[in-house]
């Protein structure tokens, strides 16, 4: 498969190409030439397969010809080893959960392909890959997890200190081998800042292969497509032929893999865009109008987000028709007040806990069934990470309930090593120059 820019729709690159140079020099971002419609037989049949069989079947339609079968599977196999269950909690709403990854995020999907694809296509005495990624939370676990480890690969991770959750700094912090945290005292834009200028230094450039992990990457948004494939086969299973999907969105890389999939043939009914006060996308789906904002601190870090950077691919998409992507998409948005009633409604409910992210998908489809009661379709919610990553918005009596997966324990015993630097590009050079 060749990809293009959404700057340029006539270039060409390849999936290699594509994945080592992140975002096109257009600042587009990369799109498959076309999007393989699934046959019918799989679809129809997709509760007969398991979760690694769809991921490679999917991978394989889009991308057959740029690795062999065989190692296909292999990098599927070892990057997708974990499941990712639909749980019913009442009738017609269900939540897929996609949170069982080592870094306990929806986010391990995307970063351990990606991890895996970019160590496949380094060849052998390629120089070292250095991978920067600014991390407001859940990037950096998942992309540390994701390398760690592997081959010619080295992670540098910016977080900004004090503004991440305990849980998350360990699994940034406690990693050693190829993967190194800086604790930058500034926020999580100062990160950002700071590995954007590190990819335009010439010094830097001269020294090290820069490579950045964000999730524009086309190899973080491939894989997240096939969870909702197997979402649809678990449901399938259930007798639901008829699914709403609601997805918490921020960047809008999560929600563009499951239009991904309805493009490749799934029969979504409708996709709901979730957010919190964020809401630059439901606010286009109202008024036509799409106007990005400063993004504004909310309880659901990970998606404060005010100008979506996947937005182009989903506007790519459906640029031939924007009125099916319309009709295909609703949007809501919570303030912080509804997301921690939507998380005491939830456990009040059905004794479930979910993570204030998960909360706004949960409402979102709530609402939206009560809104459009005429759609009989089965909804599942999205949970994208494990209330366990967030202790702090919850009451005692919901923490208490919150079920800490073995890995979390271990986390605890392990030692925090990170390299505290001030915002300043600078200093953040030196260390780079001088820690090669
Ligand atoms: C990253 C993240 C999101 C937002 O996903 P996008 O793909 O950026 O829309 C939602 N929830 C959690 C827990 C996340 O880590």
């Not at 870094?103 to 120089?127: N, P």
């Not at 992210?357 to 909804?379: F, N, S």
Request: aromatic share 12%; proline share 5%; with cysteine.
């Amino acid at each position: 498969m060749k990809f293009y820019s959404t700057n340029n729709t006539s270039s060409r690159v390849s999936f290699k190409e594509a994945v080592f140079n992140s975002m096109p020099q257009d600042k587009g971002l990369y799109m498959p030439v076309t999007i393989p419609r699934l046959d019918d037989k799989f679809i129809n049949n997709l509760d007969s397969y398991t979760l690694p069989e769809i991921a490679f079947h999917v991978a394989q339609n889009l991308l057959g010809d740029d690795i062999p079968a065989d190692d296909l599977k292999t990098i599927i196999n070892d990057a997708i080893n974990f499941y990712a269950p639909i749980v019913k909690l009442e009738e017609d709403v269900y939540v897929l959960e996609l949170f069982h990854g080592p870094s306990l995020a929806f986010k391990d999907f995307g970063a351990r392909f990606m991890s895996r694809i970019m160590s496949y296509f380094l060849e052998e005495g390629e120089k070292q890959l250095d991978i920067l990624v600014a991390t407001s939370g859940d990037t950096g676990g998942a992309v540390a997890l994701g390398f760690l480890g592997v081959p010619n690969t080295r992670v540098t991770i910016l977080y900004p200190k004090g503004k991440v959750s305990d849980i998350q700094e360990l699994q940034l912090t406690t990693n050693g081998q190829n993967i190194r945290a800086l604790e930058i005292d500034g926020t999580f834009d100062d990160c950002q800042a700071l590995v954007k200028q590190a990819f335009t230094d010439d010094e830097l450039n001269a020294k090290y292969r820069l490579t950045s992990a964000n999730s524009i990457n086309i190899a973080r948004l491939i894989p997240q497509t096939f969870y909702y494939f197997n979402a649809y086969a678990q449901a399938l299973k259930q007798g639901k032929n008829k699914i709403v999907f609601s997805v918490p969105s921020g960047n809008f890389g999560n929600i563009g893999a499951g239009l991904l999939a309805w493009k490749m043939g799934l029969p979504v009914e409708q996709f709901i865009a979730a957010t919190n006060a964020n809401d630059t996308v439901p606010q286009f789906l109202k008024s036509g109008v799409y106007q990005p904002k400063p993004s504004v601190a909310t309880l659901s870090n990970a998606m404060d987000v005010g100008n979506p950077s996947n937005w182009v691919r989903i506007a790519d998409m459906f640029k031939d028709d924007m009125s099916q992507l319309n009709k295909l998409i609703t949007g809501y948005s919570f303030d912080d007040e509804e997301t921690t009633k939507a998380i005491n409604a939830v456990y009040n409910h059905y004794k479930y806990v979910v993570c204030p992210h998960t909360a706004i998908a949960w409402q979102a489809l709530k609402d939206y069934q009560q809104d459009v009661p005429t759609d009989e379709a089965a909804g599942i919610f999205l949970s994208t990470a494990h209330p366990c990553k967030f202790p702090d918005v919850f009451s005692d009596e919901i923490a208490s309930h919150i079920d800490t997966p073995a890995q979390v324990k271990e986390l605890h015993a392990k030692t925090k090593k990170s390299v505290a630097l001030g915002k300043d590009f600078e200093a953040f050079k030196d260390y780079l120059l001088n820690n090669a």
